[in-house]
């Protein structure tokens, strides 16, 4: 087999370790401090600024009507509508505007 698939093997099995491995961490204890529960919660917000951050700086004009629309979207519905107002703008906007 390719070196490649080993590296995605590799991959794919540290990922599900440290996913598994928080799980057992987190599940030793009986309650979880307010303050540890705020922190995980905001887990998924740090990872998304870091993926989206980055790319702001090379930005064009399809990607800040993307950013727009999600951020209106984020005051109005949930997670999903957010994401799939983002996506959907910036694919159009790729489209047409470039």
Not at 38 to 43: E, H, K, M, Q, S
Not at 51 to 64: D, I, K
Not at 69 to 91: W, Y
């Amino acid at each position: 087999m390719s070196t490649t698939f080993w590296i995605i093997l590799a991959g794919a099995v540290a990922t599900y370790l440290t996913r598994v491995g928080g799980h057992l961490v987190i599940s030793r204890f009986e309650t979880i401090h307010p303050r540890v529960e705020a922190g995980l919660n905001a887990v998924p917000a740090a990872v998304l600024t870091t993926l989206v951050a980055p790319e702001l700086l090379h930005a064009g004009p399809a990607e800040w009507a993307a950013l727009v629309v999600t951020v209106l979207a984020s005051l109005r519905g949930g997670l999903m509508a957010m994401f799939l107002a983002g996506a959907a703008v910036l694919i159009i906007a790729r489209q047409f505007v470039g």
